[in-house]
């Protein structure tokens, strides 16, 4: 197996990118394939005694993309990019997975147009894993929907139960709904239909979800669109950040709150362990034609090491393969709400018409206006 790996992506990038490369060469023995600068690359691979011995190729890439670029712009003007070259060999099936902590907005650009769509899939999304009360569960879309149609809030929740149920090892995963009420009327129209179609689906949906359940474990999967679910990340993460300076700030007040601290700390690093994002690596963009998985932009070595290792992880366990047996065995959940909503642009048509004619049988003056216009 080898896996693409953006050499030239993320806020330290390609040093910590390449150290990482070389730490998961190392420790799982998975071929590296890294893509950018080959001078820049290199010479950071030949900082390392065992270069030689270890299964890591470089393919070099002329185009850089800055963090801060458009998507769009980049789409258009690097198509010779580390992100567009990596994707491409997966697409050529020269390797197995790709990975990257570059500009998210390109990863996912570039992949969407590179690798496809898997077929049943109208966009992909984001799966991002986050730590609970009940252990691991997994939101998604965390981002790369703004705007999701009710077909595809239905599609994010069959492709994450098919993650937790193979990648996070839940038998029967619990599917949740994030809306504002738990109550099935509760949302907007997009999610009370979305929440009609999951529960008529195959996986075992528990029906809404409140923010508050999130972190109390009482789902396993969370489904929401990429507007919704990055808020809430982003809210959460700033969250951690503002607790973690709290405590430090109360643990150095005095000589008996640094011993408590210093009697704790085994279990603040505990803590600290399963909810730090770099354990994980990265997120899976789910619903392409091929596995990719989207860093953190500030990725440290261990973290690109433990996101190469899930790709290696998604390949093996054949992620896209369930997705595509979960999005055919609820086809005709699919077809009944698409009829259903051609129904109901009919009705709606139907409805409005009849009433236009009723209003100009009541005043004729209606009529010739029509007519004028």
Same mark, same amino acid.
Not at 194 to 202: E, G, I, R, V
């Given at each position: 197996?080898?896996?693409?790996?953006?050499?030239?992506g993320?806020?330290?990038?390609?040093?910590?990118?390449?150290?990482g490369?070389?730490?998961?060469?190392?420790?799982y023995?998975?071929?590296?394939?890294?893509t950018?600068l080959s001078?820049?690359?290199?010479?950071?691979?030949?900082?390392?005694?065992?270069?030689?011995?270890?299964?890591?190729?470089?393919?070099h890439?002329?185009?850089v993309?800055?963090?801060?670029?458009?998507?769009a712009?980049?789409l258009?003007g690097?198509k010779?990019s580390?992100?567009?070259?990596?994707?491409?060999?997966?697409?050529?099936?020269?390797?197995a997975a790709?990975?990257?902590?570059?500009?998210?907005g390109?990863?996912?650009?570039?992949?969407t147009f590179?690798?496809?769509p898997?077929?049943?899939?109208?966009?992909?999304?984001?799966?991002?894993?986050?730590p609970?009360l009940k252990?691991?569960?997994?939101?998604?879309?965390?981002?790369a929907n703004v705007?999701?149609k009710t077909?595809?809030?239905?599609q994010?929740?069959?492709?994450?139960h098919?993650f937790?149920?193979?990648?996070?090892?839940k038998?029967?995963?619990?599917v949740?709904?994030?809306s504002i009420?738990?109550?099935?009327?509760?949302?907007?129209?997009?999610t009370?239909?979305?929440?009609?179609?999951?529960?008529?689906?195959?996986?075992?949906?528990i029906g809404?979800?409140?923010?508050?359940?999130?972190?109390?474990?009482?789902?396993?999967v969370i489904v929401c669109?990429?507007?919704?679910?990055? +808020?809430?990340?982003k809210?959460? %993460?700033?969250?951690a *950040?503002? =607790?973690?300076? /709290? #405590?430090?700030?109360l643990?150095?007040?005095?000589?008996r709150?640094?011993l408590?601290?210093?009697?704790l700390?085994?279990?603040f690093?505990?803590?600290?362990k399963?909810?730090?994002?770099?354990?994980?690596?990265?997120?899976?963009?789910?619903?392409?034609?091929g596995?990719?998985?989207?860093?953190?932009?500030?990725?440290?070595?261990?973290?690109?090491?433990?996101?190469?290792?899930?790709?290696?992880?998604? +390949?093996?366990?054949?992620?896209? %393969?369930?997705i595509? *047996?979960? =999005?055919?065995? /609820? #086809?005709?959940?699919?077809?009944?709400?698409f009829?259903?909503?051609?129904?109901?642009?009919a009705?709606?048509s139907?409805?409005?018409?009849?009433?236009?004619?009723?209003a100009?049988e009541?005043?004729p003056?209606l009529?010739?206006?029509?007519?004028?216009?």
């Amino acid at each position: 197996m080898k896996i693409v790996v953006d050499a030239m992506g993320g806020d330290h990038a390609p040093e910590a990118v390449v150290e990482g490369a070389v730490l998961a060469a190392r420790e799982y023995g998975v071929g590296v394939i890294l893509t950018g600068l080959s001078d820049r690359v290199e010479a950071e691979l030949s900082k390392y005694e065992d270069r030689d011995e270890l299964p890591i190729e470089v393919v070099h890439a002329e185009d850089v993309v800055e963090m801060h670029e458009s998507p769009a712009k980049v789409l258009r003007g690097k198509k010779k990019s580390s992100i567009k070259v990596g994707l491409q060999l997966v697409k050529d099936e020269s390797a197995a997975a790709f990975v990257s902590a570059g500009n998210t907005g390109a990863v996912l650009a570039f992949s969407t147009f590179t690798l496809r769509p898997l077929k049943g899939v109208d966009r992909p999304a984001i799966a991002i894993q986050l730590p609970t009360l009940k252990g691991p569960a997994i939101l998604l879309d965390a981002g790369a929907n703004v705007d999701c149609k009710t077909i595809q809030l239905f599609q994010f929740g069959i492709m994450g139960h098919s993650f937790a149920k193979y990648i996070l090892g839940k038998d029967t995963p619990d599917v949740g709904l994030l809306s504002i009420g738990e109550e099935d009327s509760k949302g907007n129209e997009v999610t009370r239909e979305a929440f009609q179609m999951l529960k008529s689906s195959h996986i075992k949906f528990i029906g809404n979800l409140e923010g508050k359940e999130v972190y109390r474990g009482n789902a396993d999967v969370i489904v929401c669109d990429g507007f919704i679910g990055n +808020v809430a990340l982003k809210i959460s %993460e700033s969250l951690a *950040e503002m =607790i973690g300076t /709290n #405590l430090k700030q109360l643990f150095m007040t005095n000589w008996r709150t640094k011993l408590g601290y210093f009697l704790l700390k085994p279990h603040f690093m505990e803590f600290k362990k399963s909810v730090d994002y770099s354990e994980t690596g990265g997120a899976p963009l789910l619903g392409v034609n091929g596995v990719c998985i989207i860093a953190h932009g500030s990725s440290s070595p261990k973290a690109i090491k433990n996101a190469i290792n899930r790709a290696r992880e998604l +390949v093996e366990k054949k992620m896209n %393969e369930h997705i595509r *047996e979960g =999005i055919e065995q /609820n #086809l005709a959940v699919s077809k009944e709400s698409f009829w259903k909503q051609i129904k109901s642009i009919a009705f709606t048509s139907e409805t409005e018409e009849n009433a236009d004619n009723a209003a100009k049988e009541t005043d004729p003056s209606l009529e010739n206006k029509s007519k004028q216009n």
